[in-house]
């Protein structure tokens, strides 16, 4: 079992930045491949990125692509989402989610059904 946190949401203006951190705690981190998922009122639950187990391998929804970067330091047991240039459709709760990777380099999945654990949620909100 892994347990996930994450933090650093809040409020920004449009054009501003913000890092998110998720903290895993239990089973050894770097078996566990990574992703940050959102969800905006009203809507699904929607990929934004991921992230192998070596950080080698990220994956991004076009959305963000470009303007998002996931990292990860395995020594911190902690993996990063950072957020430039950001839109008010980017408002939404953040999770992050881990699963146990056989692929240590590449392995990367973008459907929430591949994730076994999850995050309580931080708020994001870009005003205009």
């Known amino acids: 079992q892994v347990q996930l946190v994450e933090s650093g949401g809040g409020l920004v203006q449009a054009g501003g930045s913000l890092r998110l951190s998720c903290a895993a705690s239990g089973r050894t981190f770097s078996t566990y491949a990574m992703g940050w998922f959102r969800q905006a009122p009203g809507k699904e639950r929607e990929f934004v990125g991921a992230?192998?187990?070596?950080?080698?391998?990220?994956n991004y929804a076009d959305s963000v692509k470009g303007r998002f970067t996931c990292s990860r330091d395995n020594a911190k047991n902690t993996v990063y989402l950072q957020m430039n240039s950001l839109k008010p459709e980017d408002t939404a709760v953040y999770y992050c989610a881990a699963r146990i990777s056989s692929d240590y380099s590449l392995g990367v999945y973008l459907s929430e059904y591949a994730y076994d654990y999850w995050g309580q949620g931080t708020q994001v909100t870009v005003s205009s």
């Open positions: 992230i192998s187990r070596s950080g080698r391998s990220t």
